[in-house]
């Protein structure tokens, strides 16, 4: 009995009040530049409206950064921008919808909003300002320059962006089939997992993969614990049932699990190559003595390399 509840409290610590992105109704915010990669998240975010009945709408930011002006001159100007009004951006908006209308014919009718700033910055306040459930930006591969400086957009973004992110490949046409979760056995790295079910095809195929660091030592934390308690093994079969769970009894979805040695980025990207995924799934950042183990620096490295599309969703989104 003491070992089935250790059990019973374990999967609880994973699995407790974790939900998916429950799109219905919610607004999708695309984050538009006009550029093949946004056009990709536009099919992603047509998709999201037809099959998870998600309200879309569309934020352009006019990128201050080219001009020579000092850092907090260019949120002041954002902000002024936006006190002029919608109204004020006619021309700037159906610009907006002939880049996206082409690839996506919904976005003639989703509502476009105009700012100015840093894009990133002014992306996450939009989001909140919308209670978005989701934000869909453009994944580019960036060259060596940009990894050395890390300003891209999306990385800044998942950084600091209090709901999910979905980060579209430039190839992308449509919902994902083939996923890729990554399972530290926290209940972020759950919700990253469950949320990956509401952005994907019905008949998706999942594999929920946990990669070991050797141990250094570190203070346990709710992660560990529960690997203590259940086992490696264990521990993704739970996670499994716990996915399976949140599906209808005849879904067609299918989820496998694997289990490896090294670190997780790399684990992660030869995993989604091998098995030629549409999506990694992960949770965007934890704060705690092993935030390596999946998150955080994790999180970088896979938009970086831009192998797959990405789902990073943040604790508690």
């Known amino acids: 009995m003491q070992q089935q509840n250790g059990t019973e409290t374990a999967v609880g610590r994973m699995t407790g009040g974790v939900t998916g992105l429950n799109l219905r109704g919610r607004v999708v915010l695309l984050a538009s530049d006009g550029s093949p990669a946004a056009q990709a998240g536009a099919r992603i975010t047509a998709a999201l ?6 309200t879309p709408e569309i934020l352009h930011v006019f990128d201050l950064r080219s001009f020579p002006t000092v850092p907090f001159l260019e949120e002041a100007l954002g902000a002024g921008d936006q006190m002029l009004g919608e109204t ?16 996506a014919p919904e976005a003639s009718r989703w509502p476009v909003h105009i700012g100015a700033g ?11 300002k919308l209670n978005a459930a989701l934000i869909v930006v453009g994944l580019r591969q960036h060259g060596r320059l940009d990894r050395v400086i890390g300003d891209e957009t999306t990385l800044q973004v998942q950084r600091h962006s209090t709901c999910a992110v979905f ?3 430039g190839d992308s046409t449509g919902l994902p089939r083939r996923i890729v979760a990554g399972i530290d056995f926290t209940r ?23 990669a070991q660091e050797p141990d250094d030592g570190s203070t346990a934390d709710d992660g560990h614990r529960v690997v203590h308690s259940l086992g490696v093994a264990r521990a993704l079969d739970e996670v499994r049932n716990f996915l399976l769970s949140q599906l209808p009894t005849d879904s067609p979805v299918s989820i496998d699990t694997l289990a490896g040695s090294g670190r997780p980025s790399e684990l992660l990207l030869s995993t989604a190559e091998r098995i030629n995924a549409d999506l990694i799934a992960i949770a965007s950042r934890r704060h705690g003595p092993v ?20 789902l990073l969703v943040p604790p508690g989104s």
């Open 118 to 128: 840093t894009p990133a910055v002014q992306i996450v306040i939009h989001a909140e």
């Open 167 to 169: 980060a579209a490949r």
């Open 291 to 310: 935030a390596r183990l999946m998150l955080g620096s994790a999180a970088d490295e896979l938009a970086r390399a831009c192998v797959t599309s990405l």
């Open 88 to 103: 004020a951006h006619g021309e700037q908006r159906l610009e907006v919808i002939a880049q996206l209308a082409g690839v």
């Open 49 to 54: 409206e037809r099959e998870r009945h998600a």
């Open 188 to 210: 972020a790295s759950v919700a990253a997992a469950r949320s990956a079910l509401d952005t994907a095809m019905p008949d998706a195929k999942v594999t929920l993969v946990h």
